[in-house]
């Protein structure tokens, strides 16, 4: 890799950080970059090497040749990026191809390319120290395209190396394609540009790392007719190849050989960076046959299901109380867990006996499923005490802990590390229940809105406010139709795309980002505000109910720039298992946080659900995914 890009490109220029003359490229590295820069601005900016297939088909010629690939061969292109590699070789007849790579866009990009051509290549996301593949499962491992070095230590490399080992088969190979870190540093282009196609240049800057273990790089992306659209750092350790031997050896491989050097021929004839002079490394993993484990006789998992309880008021309702709708949800949610192969999944929702009915399972079952998103006793401001209470009998349990839970239930808390975050939210004033007057310090329209509560308690087509008038009545409502006396906090109202995000096991390690969905209003009558609030999920008369969800339609700038954002959040919060995070857009297209939502709404025909759906999944399965989340959290075989 010799150039990057941004996933903040087309994002409004206020949330953009452009600096001008930098006397220290080093200080302005984030120590995380490699897991937000490869996007469709990388795509360009190194199109002339990673978008040229005669460069792809001769490296593709070259390695086969080094490792006497055989169709037959198991092989994992770890860090694949748009799989140009992996693709290549599932055209040449490799029937057994997978990539894994950290970037949401590269693995869409390389699933959609495989899809199109009718490729048998699977692709996922994931952390290359951390392979989510049992041992000996590979007879060959890639690291190609300079995609070695990115991480703040050695030591983070060196876990790299240590888990291909592990995932590869007794015998199995390694190839490593990486800059020549000696030629380079004596070598590198302190400052270059080049065009990138008509419309944009780059402008790159380098320098050594303070250690001189490292290569420092700056790009600076312009487009003609914008401005500048991207200004990012990065660095790359710099590997001669008496390091590269040491680094495989210590992770207990042996036969390292060196194959020659790699220097691609550029269409463009310009700075090609990090991919100037590579070296082909090979090393083999001469090692015994993992011990298989033996199955013990008994292998279903015996899951108890918490839920909310329907013997109890729960004011979150219409009427109070669970109706058919509710009983019907539930039942399809046992018939879904019904034909999970594997379980035995029994179920407790009667509050009164709730801790007796546990400690009388403690150690009896492998986990409990909580789905009890109502709250102890229905009372959603209780609903951190279900897993603090799985805590304190210690019952492994799913989804996220108290301390989670309470921070997200409260929204102006989220807005707040949201902002330290550098994530963009709306504007907002804060009114507390003592206020009577308060005034807004950004224009109308405004939505009104609970500070505390979930499921759209309290907001209404009347919580879009156009005037003062109309705010004082809507803040009056909450107060007293819905009898509600916390904060009331109350948000710029944004009239772009309502957007849902939802995210399926626990980053960094292993994760499914599910597709976005936007709600459309295009049923809705024109002078209703556009919002799906309690009307559309708990009142059928309403003209509300005709809302849909469709896959949200987005540029890629977008779409990336928000998940980059849920990622961060997911693991800031520490949130588990499974979530989702609620977006809107202003008129120009800039994404705006609204929500984080960790244990989310698990009905089958809920947001999580939907986007399931649309991402090939059946409900069984997105519920089976949540499971398999948790047991890889938790170490349950």
Known sequence: ????????????????????????????????????????LYLKTDADVVDDINITREEVDLFSRVLNLSPDDHILDLCCGHGRHSLELA????????GLDRSHYLIQKAKNQAKKEGLNVKFREGDARKLPYSPDTFDV??????????????????????????????????????????????????????????????????????DGKRLIS??????????????????????????????????????????????????????????ERRIIV????????????????????????VLGDPRKPDHLKPNSIFDEDDFYTIDQMKAALRSLKGYNFSYLDNHDTLITDLMKLKGKIDYVFNLCDEGFNNDPRKEAHVPALLEMLGIPYTG?????????????????????????????????????????????????????????????????????????????????????????????????????????????????????????YSALPPELPRICGYEAKWLPDSPYWNIKSIPADLPEETEKFIIDCCLKLFERLECRDYCRFDWRLDAEGNPKLLEVNPNPGWCWDGHLAKMAKIAGMSYAEMLGAILKAAEERLNIR
């Open 141 to 210: 491992v890639l690291i190609l395209g300079n995609s070695f070095g990115y991480f703040e230590t050695v030591e983070e490399d060196l876990k790299v190396l240590k888990e291909v080992f592990r995932v590869l088969k007794p015998w199995g190979k390694i190839l490593i394609d990486v800059a020549n870190g000696e030629y380079l540093k004596n070598n590198f282009q302190p400052r270059s540009w080049e065009w990138i196609d008509k419309k944009h240049f780059v402008c790159r800057e380098r320098s050594l790392s303070v």
């Open 218 to 275: 700056r790009e600076v992306i312009v487009n003609a007719e914008k401005g500048v659209i991207a200004d990012q750092f990065y660095a790359e350790r710099l590997y001669t190849h008496e390091e590269l031997e040491g680094l495989l050896k210590a992770a207990g491989f042996s036969d390292v050989k060196f194959h020659g050097e790699l220097s691609p021929t550029s269409q463009r004839n310009q700075d090609l960076g990090m991919m």
């Open 400 to 520: 996220s802990g108290p301390q989670t839970l309470v921070l997200c239930y409260d929204k102006s808390l989220i807005r707040g590390i949201a902002r330290e975050m550098g994530i963009p939210v709306p504007r907002a004033v804060f009114i507390k229940p003592e206020d009577t007057t308060f005034e807004l310090p950004f224009p109308f329209p405004a939505i009104v809105k609970p500070n505390f509560g979930d499921s759209s308690f309290g907001i209404t087509q009347k919580s879009v406010v156009y005037t003062p008038e109309e705010l004082i009545n809507a803040v009056s409502e909450i107060r007293n139709k819905f009898g509600y006396d916390k904060p009331v906090l109350v948000e710029e109202f944004l009239t772009g795309k309502d957007l849902s995000v939802g995210i399926i096991g626990n980053p960094p390690d292993s994760y499914m980002v599910l597709p976005i969905i936007e709600e459309d």
């Open 1 to 40: 890799m010799k150039n990057n890009g941004s996933p903040r490109k087309n994002i409004q220029r206020k949330y953009r950080r452009f600096l001008g003359p930098v006397t220290d490229l080093e200080e302005h590295v984030e120590p995380d970059w490699w897991s937000r820069i490869f996007n469709s």
């Open 91 to 98: 055209r040449r007849g490799f029937r057994n191809v997978e």
């Open 282 to 305: 090979t090393a083999v993993a001469k090692k015994e046959w993992t011990p298989v484990r033996k199955k013990p006789e008994q292998t279903t998992k015996n899951v108890v299901v």
